[in-house]
Nanobody, 114 residues
Framework: QVQLVESGGGLVQPGGSLRLSCAAS????????MGWYRQAPGKQRELVAT???????NYADFVKGRFIISRDNAKKTVYLQMNSLKAEDTAVYYC????????WGQGTQVTVSS
């Protein structure tokens, strides 16, 4: 059974930082490309960042220079370090595993507000 469990979301002031984690089970994590997506109220889900099994990364333009995606294969966990957060980063953030037909976590809420 595949499970992706996100954590680390919460309320943060503009300019602040958060680190999201996604712990995976039921997949061979070391050979799985992983990604973070987000969905704001009334908007479609959008790509935030991806990381391949080899460690190559890709970012949406709106987070370049602010967010960093990384992975720890020993812990079967992918991270999203979010810095210089803005109000428009407010969304539910989802972890995605490109394994078989693809799997999603349950999401973690990030709210950026003063």
């Amino acid at each position: 059974q595949v499970q992706l469990v996100e954590s680390g979301g919460g309320l943060v002031q503009p300019g602040g930082s958060l680190r999201l984690s996604c712990a995976a089970s039921g997949i061979i994590f070391s050979i799985t490309d992983m990604g973070w997506y987000r969905q704001a109220p009334g908007k479609q889900r959008e790509l935030v960042a991806t990381i391949t099994r080899g460690g190559s990364t890709n970012y949406a333009d709106f987070v370049k220079g602010r967010f960093i995606i990384s992975r720890d294969n020993a812990k079967k966990t992918v991270y999203l370090q979010m810095n210089s957060l803005k109000a428009e980063d407010t969304a539910v953030y989802y972890c995605n595993a490109k394994w078989s037909n693809g799997y999603w976590g349950q999401g973690t809420q990030v709210t950026v507000s003063s």
